[in-house]
């Protein structure tokens, strides 16, 4: 398998502002790639990159081995579904799904046909001669998503594209994206806010902070080896156990991470790895109870099945957990 | 929730206005009621008479020729300049960022903020101390200038509308700078375009103070009908001028008004 997108090293810094900081990253040919990360983290400006909206202030880019500083967006062979789906409202679905065809001059019979092949891929057939504006919102998103995948692109880009839909049609569409691209084979690049959005459906992820990769790895290996605190706190709010803490439980590293649905309540007493607290807090989350308990200053959040009771607000608990739960952490 | 008390306005302001409205147009219809007077010395009420001759006198007169003919290719040559330079202009301050943006859009604003008198003079000593003689194409340039402010005035408000997104889908589509202006940026200002482009015809050819300073021998038909006022024979020649005038004028501005009523209001419409 040949790799698909490589950035060695890549900076793109406005003025002061360091956007994208010495990133490096190989995306493979087949892959769905995720890019998590908060808003202004610097994985939109990795996007546009990669589409040549921007180009790198400092490293090297390549698509399918062929370098792409300084290639225009419209000379890549990779296709863009944008946040805000940037349909052509003067057009109809139709010209919009055939207009990248037709700007490459491919005859009007032979786009339409592409294109209407392209609306039915994405289940939306015979709404070619409707105008965008009449669309609803998921239905525009797939109409968006025909329109890049009718070029047969290389790499296809996805900006946050199921941020503007409710959770039902996100759901599904997560669903119909991964089968999508396990059945066309070609490289995804997803950018999105929401890790759960990422660990569903990424082959990889890599989590971005302040323009700077934090880790990259399976969504498994994120969601419970996170290595920095950052991970840790935005890939499903893991606890980070303070210096002090690892201390007693005996880990050599000043922070490690431990997620609370790995953490058993049970009365005072003795565990093969555990700690004495205080319920400070809980809250009913529906399929588990949330409990914060107080070990020592440092409060850690449990996911405690909603079937188990719950302790008193201030009454002594003990949490224990399998020690391979554990995971020291490299960085403050 | 309103009442249809409160919708419902008192006696009083409807009588105030339409007292206004009628102080503002009850002189337009006088203008065409001379236009049919017998009386050709003075403008006498009640007209005298009324006759359709007029019509012919002014029909076979070449200097009404020769205004008119003038006024319609500087309306259209400036109308055109101010086309292309108003869009390119637009299109830089609204799709780009650079260094001094605010100050280059009040700029292109200013001629049509600063009296009319300033501009002429200040074009006419331009004019003079560049040693360009006084001529057909002096005159488009004076009215370019604020020709381009109705042009850049509507076309920014619509170019804001365009989501940046939209060029760069196009651009990542596979179309090249000149088929994303084509496809995709043409088709969506084109209305803001023809708005602006009409305004600017009726703006250029009723324009009188800056014609005054730029203009050598010639007249357009403006400055053509302020001569007319002083000389005491055919006076309803200029009446029935003023028609034509009004009919050109009007037309287009009410067509700019409903090609770009959703939305977008006419910048710079009041000059």
């Not at chain 1, 005072?268 to 529906?286: D, I, M, Q, R």
């Not at chain 2, 019509?55 to 300049?81: C, E, G, M, Q, Y």
Request: aromatic share 8%; proline share 5%.
């Amino acid at each position: 398998m040949s790799t698909a997108v490589l950035f060695d090293n890549v900076s793109r810094h406005f003025g002061a502002v360091r956007a994208v900081d010495g990133v490096n990253l190989e995306i493979a040919e087949g892959e769905f790639f995720a890019m998590l990360g908060p808003s202004g983290s610097g994985k939109t400006t990795c996007l546009r990159l990669m589409a040549g909206f921007e180009q790198p202030t400092g490293g090297h880019i390549e698509i399918f081995g062929e370098t792409a500083e300084g290639v225009p967006p419209y000379r890549r062979s990779v296709n863009t579904v944008f946040q805000d789906y940037a349909l052509f409202p003067h057009l109809s679905i139709l010209d919009n799904v055939a207009y990248g065809l037709m700007v490459k001059g491919v005859g009007r019979e032979e786009r339409r046909r592409a294109a209407e092949d392209a609306l039915a891929m994405v289940k939306l057939p015979s709404y070619g001669s409707r105008r965008p504006g009449q669309l609803s919102g998921g239905q525009r998103q797939r109409v968006a998503l025909a329109r890049a995948l009718v070029n047969k692109p290389k790499v296809l880009l996805l900006d946050e594209p199921l941020g503007a839909l409710d959770l039902k049609l996100r759901e599904q569409m997560q669903e119909e994206l991964k089968t999508l691209q396990k059945s066309l084979g070609i490289t995804f690049v997803f950018v999105t806010h929401d890790q759960g959005e990422a660990l569903s459906m990424a082959d990889r992820i890599a989590v971005f902070n302040d323009g700077r990769i934090q880790q990259l790895g399976s969504p498994e290996e994120v969601y419970k080896q996170p290595k920095t605190r950052f991970v840790a706190d935005f890939v499903g709010s893991s606890n980070v156990l303070p210096a002090k803490l690892c201390q007693k439980l005996g880990v050599r590293s000043a922070y490690a991470s431990l997620r609370p649905e790995a953490i058993l309540l049970s009365p005072p007493g003795e565990g093969a790895l555990s700690l004495n607290g205080t319920v400070s807090a809980h809250s009913f989350l529906g399929a588990v109870n949330r409990v914060v308990v107080d070990v020592d200053g440092a409060r850690i959040a449990v996911a405690s099945p909603a079937a188990l009771a719950v302790p008193n607000v201030g009454s002594p608990v003990t949490i224990s957990f399998a020690a391979h739960e554990l995971h020291p952490m490299e960085d403050a | 929730m309103r009442s249809d008390r409160l919708n419902r306005s008192p006696l009083g302001l409807k009588i105030a206005a339409a007292a206004g409205l009628a102080f503002m147009h009850v002189p337009i219809l006088l203008i065409f009621l001379y236009a049919f007077t017998t009386e050709e010395k003075s403008y006498q009420f009640p007209p005298p008479g009324l006759t359709t001759q007029w019509f012919a006198v002014a029909w076979n007169r070449p200097d009404v020729w020769a205004a008119l003919t003038l006024s319609v290719k500087v309306a259209s040559i400036a109308t055109a300049v101010a086309l292309v330079l108003g869009t390119l202009c637009a299109a830089a301050v609204s799709q780009t960022r650079f260094f001094g943006r605010e100050t280059i859009s009040l700029l292109v604003i200013l001629p049509i903020a600063l009296p009319g008198i300033i501009t002429g003079i200040a074009l006419r000593s331009a004019f003079s101390m560049a040693e360009i003689p006084f001529s057909f194409w002096t005159i488009v340039l004076g009215h370019a200038t604020f020709c381009i402010v109705v042009v850049y005035n509507n076309a920014v408000a619509r170019f804001r509308r365009i989501s940046g997104s939209l060029i760069e889908a196009s651009m990542d589509l596979g179309a090249d700078g000149f088929q994303t202006f084509r496809y995709i940026i043409l088709p969506n200002i084109g209305t803001a375009l023809l708005a602006g482009g009409m305004l600017a015809f009726a703006l250029s050819f009723d324009e009188v103070i800056v014609t005054t300073f730029t203009a050598g021998q010639q007249s357009t038909l403006p400055i053509w009908m302020l001569e007319e006022l002083i000389r005491p024979r055919q006076r309803p020649v200029t009446n029935v001028v003023a028609m034509i005038v009004v009919l050109v004028t009007f037309l287009p501005i009410l067509g700019a008004y409903y090609l770009t009523r959703d939305g977008d209001q006419i910048a710079g419409g009041g000059k």
